[in-house]
């Protein structure tokens, strides 16, 4: 004899089958998200809270080389900028400025050419304005690039007197956060990784 399906046995079926449709949901959220949210640049900086890399670069302006542990005793800004991507010439005042003013209080500015040929970086320099108070270096290898983790530009990493990596700003800065973050170093806290636009990986592109 067939057996007759009552209300409350088609209810806790409906039951069921709702929250296999929510299980099936979160696994496949779960699957999206790490297939199609692993962008490098969109992560936490595994540097963070570690000892900056050990990197020797040549200087783009003038003769000899520069090791970051030279400032050690000093809080060093480290950006990596090239002529090709636009975010950086939407950040570079911004940048001199605040080099400039924190001249000579213990603050070192390190600009690093990123996947670009010298000449066009100096030609970029010349057309925004070189900081006189700026370390500029060559990327020779994109030593420092891997070293630090770097997959897009602008990036700016803060390193703090100790030669901790404490800070890292992914995409165009401005006056107001790299001052905000060099006054948080020096409280002694640590002003943590910010997104405050778009990168570039490469010459065009969008």
């Not at 520069?66 to 950040?91: H, K, M, P, Q, T």
């Not at 400025?97 to 500015?109: H, I, L, M, P, T």
């Not at 304005?129 to 990036?155: C, H, K, M, N, Q």
Request: hydrophobic share 40%; net charge negative; charged share 20%.
């Amino acid at each position: 004899m067939r057996e007759l399906t009552t209300p409350r046995r088609r209810a806790s079926g409906m039951k069921i089958a709702a929250w296999a449709v929510v299980a099936l949901s979160v696994v496949l959220a779960v699957v999206f998200a790490s297939r199609f949210g692993s962008d490098p640049a969109l992560s936490e900086s595994p540097l963070l809270g570690r000892p900056a890399p050990e990197v020797t670069l040549p200087r783009l302006l003038g003769s000899g080389e520069v090791s970051l542990s030279d400032y050690s005793g000093e809080i060093v800004v480290v950006n990596f900028f090239a002529s090709w991507c636009l975010e950086c010439r939407v950040e570079h005042d911004a940048l001199v400025a605040a080099s400039d003013s924190f001249s000579g209080s213990g603050v070192r500015f390190v600009g690093i050419s990123y996947q670009d040929d010298p000449s066009d970086s100096i030609r970029f320099l010349e057309q925004e304005g070189i900081s006189e108070t700026t370390e500029y270096l060559v990327d020779e290898g994109s030593r420092a690039a891997i070293a630090f983790g770097v997959f897009g530009i602008p990036e700016t990493f803060f390193i703090d007197p100790e030669g901790t990596v404490v800070g890292r700003i992914i995409g165009p800065t401005d006056a107001l956060t790299l001052g905000g973050a060099i006054d948080a170093i020096r409280r002694g806290e640590d002003p943590g990784q910010q997104r405050l636009g778009n990168t570039r990986s490469a010459p065009g592109d969008t």
